[in-house]
C-alpha cells in the first residue's frame, strides 16, 4: 500500500476563519511533508517532518502551523489566510529520513480558495 | 542550490506518438523522481530512479547521473498520458530531505 490520504477535498474559507487540513499514511514512514503548489507552477516545499520533529520549515509565514501528533499523522492548521494563499496543498511521506529523502509519495492534494 | 531544468516545456502529441522528456540539473543527486500529475492534481509516481534505466510498461527512463540528466521515455502515447510530467531531485550530500522540483513539461495527447 503506497497510499497518502488527505482530507478535505476541497475548502473554501474566509480570511478570518480557522480551518485544517489533515494528511494520513499507513506505510511506516517516518517522514512527512507539506507543499504548497500554485496553478501552472512546480510543488514548493513548506514544512518537512522527521520522527514526528519539526526538521525544516522554510520560511513559511506562522498563519500556517503544522503539527505531526503521531507517526502516521500530519496537520496544517490554517488561520487569518490571505487570498494569495489559495493554492493546492499536498501532503508526502517518505521512508527513513535518516538516508536521505528515499522514494517519496504524494496524498491528491486539498485545493485551498480563501474568499 | 540545486538547478532543474525541464525541456520542452510543452508538448502536444497525436496519440500513438513517442516522446522523449528530458530533465538537467546542476550537481550531483541523491534522488532523482519522475512524476505524472493528473489534471485533477495528483502527484503520481513514474520513477524513482537516481541512476540506470527502468521500464515500466509503455514508460522508460534514464539518468545518467556523471552527465547531469534524465530522460522520460514515453510510448504510444495515449490520451490518458495528457498531464504535467515533473522530475524532481534531491542534492547529494546530506539528509537535506528536499525534492527539488523542475518546472515540468505540460503534455497534450490528442485523439
Known amino acids: 500500500d503506497t497510499e497518502v490520504t488527505q482530507t478535505p477535498k476541497h475548502l473554501v474559507m474566509g480570511m478570518t476563519n480557522k480551518k485544517s487540513l489533515k494528511c494520513e499514511q499507513h506505510?511506516?514512514?517516518?517522514?512527512m511533508y507539506w507543499y504548497k503548489q500554485k496553478a501552472k507552477k512546480p510543488p514548493e516545499l513548506m514544512f518537512v517532518y522527521s520522527y514526528e520533529k519539526l526538521s525544516i520549515n522554510e520560511s513559511v509565514p506562522s498563519r500556517f502551523s503544522p503539527e505531526c501528533p503521531n507517526s502516521s499523522l500530519l496537520n496544517l492548521h490554517l488561520h487569518a489566510l490571505q487570498p494569495e494563499d489559495s493554492a493546492l496543498y499536498l501532503c508526502?511521506?517518505?521512508?527513513?529520513?535518516?538516508?536521505?529523502?528515499?522514494?517519496?509519495?504524494f496524498g491528491p492534494g486539498t485545493r485551498l480558495t480563501v474568499t | 542550490g540545486i538547478q532543474v531544468e525541464q525541456s520542452p516545456p510543452d508538448l502536444i502529441l497525436q496519440e500513438g506518438a513517442n516522446s522523449t522528456l528530458r530533465c538537467n540539473f546542476s550537481?550531483?543527486?541523491?534522488?532523482l523522481q519522475w512524476f505524472h500529475q493528473n489534471p485533477w492534481g495528483q502527484l503520481i509516481n513514474l520513477f524513482y530512479i537516481p541512476s540506470g534505466t527502468k521500464q515500466n510498461g509503455r514508460l522508460s527512463a534514464t539518468t545518467v547521473a556523471t552527465e547531469r540528466y534524465s530522460l522520460l521515455y514515453i510510448s504510444s502515447s495515449q490520451t490518458t498520458d495528457s498531464g504535467v510530467y515533473f522530475c524532481?531531485?534531491?542534492?547529494?550530500?546530506?539528509?537535506?530531505?528536499?525534492?527539488?522540483f523542475g518546472t515540468g513539461t505540460l503534455l497534450a495527447v490528442q485523439p
Open positions: 506505510m511506516g514512514h517516518r517522514a
Open positions: 550537481d550531483s543527486v541523491n534522488n
Open positions: 524532481a531531485v534531491e542534492g547529494y550530500g546530506g539528509a537535506t530531505n528536499k525534492l527539488i
Open positions: 508526502a511521506s517518505s521512508q527513513d529520513p535518516g538516508l536521505a529523502v528515499g522514494e517519496q509519495y
